[in-house]
């Protein structure tokens, strides 16, 4: 039997990858390819939908759709004392999840088993021994890795509009939030990865780049073709999964979440979420995040892990790393002021909402 982990990275695709094994799972599995559930959301879904094979799962719910995040929080929180999120709730403990792998194997038979989660590109850095834990789950198998990065200019954005949806006060990239990125893996690549290196090291390993697996088609695409183990051709498609801010909208949310109570901030970042296409005043490509001091530093600290990825695929990992220092033509000041002039405060569905953005208009206007 193979077992395929996709371990990360966030923000390239995991969403729509989840999305698409857990709508096909049925039809996975007849074929003796396994997106295993951990908990009994997602076994009892299984089972509904055996019975009515016409009956679409339930991809709004996150044990279903992404059930080994939900094993990778749920390993994180047993080894620091905390608690997994409140999107993945009423797990139970790890030996009963991972009990729950291996019952699933032994009774359905599967060829190939597929875990997928970028949640556990958080395991390398400060718990390796997770690393371990995940492989000794299925000892006697055949392991199989598969990664994908972005370049970190690129990345940094998406990461940090991705905190900023989920309400986190932070600062803005330009000012101190892209450098404290340097010592985590959402910049040291390196850390994130020789953990899983040296634990699988007799394992074949598809390190991806994201411009590659974008010009593949995407996440779905790339994986499958990627790791050829007979899918079958009539598999359900899925879409993007996973709405980002424009780049333009990135400030204004900011602002928000440090200015407005929680509810509220929500609500502005789901309005700039759902409005976005029709209130960017610009080419997300187009805005500069950072500056051309920061992109410089940004290049310097990255160097040594790009010497790395390089090395461990025998040819420049990043090809295109000679952007990376170049600033965007429009200063992200300017798009989000363009933004703000596009945004009526009587579009907004909360009367505070409508006053705050007045606020802002007049302060704009001064």
């Known amino acids: 039997m193979k077992v395929i982990i996709f371990f990360g990275h966030h923000k390239v695709g995991s969403t729509a990858l989840q999305a698409f094994f857990a709508r096909n799972h049925?039809?996975?599995?007849?074929?003796?390819?396994?997106?295993p559930s951990v908990e009994v959301e997602g076994l009892?879904?299984?089972?509904?939908?055996?019975?009515?094979?016409?009956?679409?799962?339930?991809?709004e719910q996150m044990n279903v759709r992404e059930p080994h995040n939900a094993?990778?929080?749920?390993?994180?929180?047993?080894?620091?004392?905390?608690?997994?999120?409140?999107?993945?709730?009423?797990?139970?403990?790890?030996?009963?999840?991972?009990?729950?792998?291996?019952?699933?194997?032994?009774?359905?038979?599967?060829?190939?088993v597929i875990l997928c989660s970028e949640?556990?590109?958080?395991?390398?850095?400060?718990?390796?021994?997770?690393?371990?834990?995940?492989?000794?789950?299925?000892?006697?198998?055949?392991?199989?890795?598969?990664c994908v990065l972005r370049r970190p200019d690129e990345y940094l954005v998406s990461w940090h509009a991705q905190r900023l949806r989920f309400g986190e006060k932070v600062s803005a990239l330009s000012d101190k939030a892209a450098r404290n990125y340097f010592p985590s893996i959402h910049f040291d690549y390196k850390r994130l990865l020789s953990p899983w290196v040296e634990r699988f090291a007799d394992s074949k390993i598809h390190l991806r780049n994201y411009a590659d697996v974008l010009?593949?088609?995407?996440?779905?695409?790339d994986f499958l073709s990627q790791c050829d183990i007979g899918f079958p051709g009539d598999l359900i498609p899925t879409g993007r999964a996973n709405t980002s801010l424009p780049r333009a909208a990135m400030e204004l949310a900011r602002r928000g979440n440090h200015e407005l109570p929680p509810?509220?901030?929500?609500?502005?970042?789901?309005?700039?979420?759902?409005?976005?296409?029709?209130?960017?005043?610009?080419?997300?490509?187009?805005?500069?995040?950072f500056g051309a001091d920061l992109r410089a530093d940004i290049a310097r600290h990255f160097a040594p892990v790009?010497?790395?990825?390089?090395?461990?695929?025998?040819?420049?990992?990043?090809?295109?790393?000679?952007?990376?220092?170049?600033?965007?033509?429009?200063?992200?000041?300017?798009?989000?002021?363009?933004?703000?002039e596009r945004l009526a405060p009587s579009d907004l569905p909360?009367?505070?909402?409508?006053?705050?953005?007045?606020?802002?208009?007049?302060?704009?206007?001064?």
């Not at 009892?44 to 991809?59: E, K, M, T, Y």
């Not at 991972?98 to 194997?105: E, P, S, T």
């Not at 759902?274 to 500069?288: T, Y």
């Not at 990825?309 to 965007?328: C, I, K, N, V, Y």
């Open 350 to 366: 909360d009367p505070a909402l409508r006053d705050y953005v007045a606020g802002l208009h007049r302060e704009l206007a001064a």
């Open 71 to 112: 094993l990778a929080f749920r390993m994180l929180a047993q080894a620091t004392g905390g608690k997994p999120p409140a999107w993945h709730g009423n797990l139970p403990g790890v030996p009963q999840m991972i009990r729950a792998l291996r019952l699933q194997v032994e009774y359905l038979r599967p060829h190939t």
């Open 215 to 221: 010009a593949a088609g995407g996440s779905t695409e």
């Open 44 to 59: 009892a879904q299984a089972l509904a939908g055996a019975l009515d094979p016409d009956r679409p799962p339930a991809l």
């Open 119 to 146: 949640v556990m590109s958080n395991f390398g850095s400060n718990h390796p021994n997770l690393i371990d834990t995940l492989k000794s789950i299925f000892p006697e198998a055949e392991h199989e890795l598969y």
């Open 26 to 35: 049925l039809d996975l599995l007849r074929r003796g390819i396994l997106y």
């Open 263 to 289: 509810k509220q901030a929500r609500a502005l970042c789901q309005y700039l979420l759902e409005h976005g296409a029709r209130l960017n005043p610009v080419k997300n490509a187009d805005v500069e995040m």
């Open 306 to 340: 790009q010497d790395y990825l390089s090395t461990l695929t025998g040819q420049p990992f990043f090809a295109d790393m000679d952007e990376l220092t170049e600033p965007r033509p429009i200063a992200e000041a300017l798009a989000n002021a363009q933004l703000l």
